[in-house]
């Protein structure tokens, strides 16, 4: 722990939010001296081991509705991933006593030691933080990965680990409640709508993924995309250097397809460069990355036909990007819970790329309305039925797409599952 333990002995603090993150969290708490209550709205939040794990290293368990009385005295409030604070606010001990608020990230990066590259954006976050952990470890550096994708932060302290370079993934919900946490690099991928359900608006939403650039310094690096130069340039969020990067040209990777990952990895090695990154490491580490499943993720040819599963593609813009790195024959799955987005401005590229489009799942009337007319259009309840729907139009050389713009929880509990079904409907008809 760093010398850490007991540091907050006779502090109270609640940790709202019983997931990875919060778990980890509530765990730094109480190894930080804190007498610590996790607070989840879900009465079975916690599987029987997890809660007896968590009470015997101190921690108090309050799951179910929130009320006033789980705040009572606390002084700290730490919100996971997705935890939303207006409806928590009525609860909260109001003037002098009013409690700390912050993200998990923030109370992590409070103790954790080495430097940090974060990552952040509507797109792109998880495989462009992959990206530039491999290429820091290609170059002997001892590298952390995690944050809002894989090992929360706090864990990576309680675990006791120090690393040359701490990769972190950050969520706009993360970044929203920093009040200190500091990088010295950071990146911002792309900026586009997506969590509407979360924040207030778009503006809200930009000054989130903003706050993770406000307490830099003028020897940090802020790393932005050269698109929203006319929106950043006259904003003052930031006090680091700024390098504007867009895609180019420089690399290529089979692995990585479209313009937009020729931006991400412009991106990276603008952020790696800093940590003794050059043009040659790059390429060699591109020579040897694995991205994450489901992006964009070639699982073969069946029947003459290739599927590409790019379920994580849960944005308007997610999926534009996707249609972009294809030259046309695509065979599209979209649909599911609409998270907004601009559809209807993806006609063009539809008419350009998309042979046959079928929806399944929720958001039918919405996909319908902005799309009807633009391209042949069907909707079938489950994913079984649109990919068969969809191989009864097919022609040898085509491209079966799984690319939904929405989010998955009408059918699957997560994208990923999501996901898997797909393969698992490839598989059986290879």
């Known amino acids: 722990m760093f010398g850490h333990e007991g540091e907050l002995a006779g502090t109270r603090a609640a940790v709202v939010g019983a997931a990875a993150s919060g778990k980890a969290a509530a765990l730094l708490l109480a190894r930080l001296g804190a007498a610590v209550r996790l607070l989840d709205r ?9 809660a007896s794990a968590l009470r015997q290293a101190g921690v108090e368990l309050d799951l179910g509705p929130h009320h006033a009385g789980q705040f009572a005295g606390v002084s700290l409030v730490v919100l996971s991933p997705g ?16 409690p700390e608020v912050v993200s998990e990230l923030e109370l992590a990066g409070r103790y954790s030691p080495g430097r940090v590259l974060a990552v952040t954006g509507t797109n792109g976050k998880t495989t462009t933080s992959g990206l530039a952990a491999h290429v820091l470890q290609s170059v002997g550096l001892k590298v952390f990965l995690g944050g809002n994708y894989g090992t929360p932060l706090s864990q990576y302290v309680l675990d006791g680990r120090e690393a040359d370079v701490l990769v972190i993934e950050v969520s706009s919900y993360q970044a929203q409640y920093c009040a200190s946490f500091r990088p010295d690099v950071a990146v911002l991928l792309n900026f586009s709508p997506n969590h509407l359900d979360h924040h207030a608006d778009m503006a809200e939403y930009l000054d989130a993924k903003l706050n993770l ?10 790393v932005l995309p050269a698109a929203m130069r006319a929106d950043l340039g006259e904003r003052h969020f930031t006090r680091a250097r700024i390098k504007w990067f867009e895609s180019t040209d420089r690399f290529e990777s089979e692995r990585l397809p479209g313009a937009h990952n020729q931006a991400n990895m412009e991106a990276v090695f603008q952020a790696t460069q800093r940590f003794g990154v050059d043009e040659r490491c790059m390429r060699d580490a591109l020579d040897t990355f694995e991205p994450l499943p489901h992006r964009l993720q070639r699982l073969g040819a069946a029947r003459g036909v290739t599927f590409v599963d790019d379920s994580k593609a849960t944005t308007v813009d997610a999926l534009r990007a996707a249609l972009e790195s294809f030259d046309g024959g695509v065979l599209l799955l979209a649909g599911g819970v609409y998270k907004g987005g601009d559809l209807a401005s993806l006609g063009p590229l539809l008419r350009r790329k998309v042979r046959a489009v079928c929806l399944f799942g929720a958001g039918r009337e919405i996909f319908e309305a902005a799309w009807a007319g633009h391209v042949p259009l069907a909707w079938e309840p489950v994913m079984d039925k649109a990919v068969h729907r969809l191989m009864t139009w097919a022609e040898p050389g085509d491209t079966m797409l799984l690319s939904p713009a929405t989010a998955s929880f009408d059918l699957y509990e997560n994208y990923k599952e999501r996901g ?3 393969r698992r409907l490839f598989e059986a008809l290879r």
């Not at 650039?213 to 802020?222: I, Q, T």
């Open 83 to 98: 935890v939303m604070l207006p409806p928590l606010l009525p609860l909260l001990p109001a003037g002098d006593a009013a």
């Open 420 to 422: 898997k079904h797909f």
């Open 213 to 222: 650039f406000a307490h830099m310094r003028p020897e940090d690096l802020a």
């Open 42 to 50: 879900k009465p079975d939040a916690l599987a029987a081991d997890e």
